[in-house]
Each structure stands twice: as C-alpha cells, then as structure tokens.
C-alpha cells in the first residue's frame, strides 16, 4: 500500500460555527468506499442537527461525489479561504422525495 495522503479534511458545523474537523487519509485514489464514507459523515451530521464541509479536498474525490449525485457547494469564509459542503441533491421526480 502507498504512502497515505489527506483526500479532504471533514469539518462538522451547526449554524455556522465549526465544532469539530478531522481528516479522511488513504493510501489509495479516491474510490467510492470513500464517497459511502463522506454519505454516511453527512447522514451522522443531519441527525444531529448540523452539516459538514470538505476542506482542502482532493479534486478526485469531489468529481465523484458530483458522478454520483452529491451536490458540492461552495461557501467562502469570512477570512476568505474556501469551504465546500456536501448535500444531497434532489432530482425533480425523483420517486423517494
């Protein structure tokens, strides 16, 4: 296995306010076990009542979450660094909604 790398650090908010980050670290290219890790991250969030950002993400991984359907927003912060979040997105017509 490969040196592991940072894809992205995690960023837990509520309301604007950052309570907690960590960074997803892998040895390998982004794959979609990675995206089922970020879908679950965002999934843990929403029932706590927050969301989460990727910071500094690996531009691999953001291309599949976008493949699969996670809607990448981007968010600049006050001190002009960039956040991006990830929500689900919702396709018009789409049976679960």
């Given at each position: 296995m490969g040196a592991r790398v940072p894809y992205a650090t995690i960023v837990l908010s509520r309301s604007g306010d950052e309570?907690?980050?960590?960074?997803?670290?892998?040895?390998q290219p982004a794959d979609l076990g990675l995206v089922d890790?970020?879908?679950?991250?965002?999934?843990a969030a929403r029932r706590l009542g927050c969301c989460i950002w990727l910071r500094e993400a690996d531009r691999h991984l953001?291309?599949?979450l976008e493949l699969?359907?996670?809607?990448?927003?981007v968010c600049r912060q006050a001190e002009g660094a960039?956040?991006?979040?990830?929500?689900?997105?919702?396709?018009?017509?789409?049976?679960v909604v």
């Open positions: 309570l907690a980050s960590w960074t997803l670290m892998g040895g890790e970020v879908a679950r991250w965002q999934l953001l291309d599949l699969v359907g996670l809607r990448v927003e960039e956040q991006v979040g990830v929500e689900e997105a919702v396709e018009p017509g789409d049976p």
